[in-house]
């Protein structure tokens, strides 16, 4: 009898533990599809953010090309000189004067620029949505306080700033460069998240949360936050390029140090050895422009598409409506079954 009692509390025990798994389970594809999966069906009914992230994901092997060495480094001497574009498949893009392949010099620069876009991305909004968020809700002193600071920042010239920190650190780290290109760019943002949060903050669901006693950092972030990503994303994509464009004009005039051939310091060399003034080594100057130019083209299209995830009525249109077909098509056949 002892042993049959305990084979049952065993079985009791090993069926509730495996309750409990599976309902840790539901919970976990629960919110898998409500972060990823559902957010991932929104972006991708958008054509442009098909295309944005197309063509991100180009970039994105480009920098892997690199990281795996699957590609010739950009070297002098490695094939004739002054090559146009598509006039020699084994060097598509074209060479310079000095025999450099064109292709491999963007390829070679991709995850720095990629990097450095990153960093400088993510700092200003990160920094932009603390000061933003936490001035515009607590208000008061804090909101005093920390909006003079940001009016300091704003007060300070932004390129002579990111001239004078880049001519003292000397960056060669393409994460501190793009800290360091947008020192100060967060401090505009911040006000601007700022004057959105103060709207948000009225509305009367935030006001039933802090009714009832929610903390601040829960009502940031599950009340306003979400009401302000798209605002955000955009702001993001806006620091993102003008990371770009900032480190490229810098390099193009010899502030930044030559850290290998990026895109600006092939610019520099393509205008001073006359790529703008000669049509046999324009295509050495136009290479980078369209690589700049497509990297921020991609960006933008992201943001935009981006709109569609964090606005709730497309969303729940969206994930609904497949919903409501789901159910029409059981109720359907439910009632033939009926018939």
Known sequence: MATEDTTSDDIDWRSGASAATMSRR???QEKFERLVYEPALVAWSDTRTRLGLLILSFYGVLALVEILGLWRNPSPNQAPRLLKPFQNWTFPLGTTPSGV??????IDSTPFILLMVLAGGVWATSVAILVGTVAGYKGGTVDAVIMSISDFFMAIPGLPLVI???????PENPLLLGVVLTINYWAGLGRSIRSQVLSIR??????????????????I???ILPNIMPYVMVNFVLAARYTIFASVGLYFIGVLPYTGQNWGVTLNNAYYQGGLFTTTSLHWLLVPIIAIVGLSFGLILVSQGMDRIFNPRVRTRL????????VDEESSSTNTGML
């Open 319 to 326: 994930t609904g409506e497949s919903e409501s077909e789901s």
């Open 101 to 106: 392949d064109l292709l491999a010099l963007i």
């Open 221 to 223: 972030r599950k009340d």
């Open 26 to 28: 539901d919970r976990l």
């Open 164 to 170: 004078v920190l880049a001519l003292t650190l000397n």
């Open 202 to 219: 009225e509305k009367s669901y935030v006001e039933a949360s802090r009714t009832m006693g929610t903390s601040t950092s829960r009502i």
